[in-house]
């Protein structure tokens, strides 16, 4: 379950929150004038999401690899892309 918290009493309760997210394994969505702005996760939780994520792009790069089509040089990109 996620937890919601504005950004103030967060300040206010910083340790106490950082101590549930760490050994607690509770999640926290700190909010600014009823918008999510960030979120405070476990790092066992950020590690799995690092991981999904990595995993997501290692399975769109094989996609891609495995795409039909002509290539598209380095210096053109660059240029498309104002790099």
Do not use: C
């Amino acid at each position: 379950m996620i937890n919601k918290v504005t950004a103030a009493d967060a300040r206010k309760n910083l340790s106490h929150i950082i101590n549930k997210v760490a050994y607690g394994k509770e999640s926290f969505v700190l909010t600014r004038r009823g918008q999510a702005i960030a979120a405070l996760v476990s790092i066992d939780d950020l590690k799995l999401i690092q991981d999904i994520e990595e995993r997501l792009d290692i399975e769109d790069a094989w996609k891609a690899r495995n795409e039909t089509g002509e290539n598209t040089p380095w210096e053109r990109l660059r240029l498309e892309l104002n790099l």
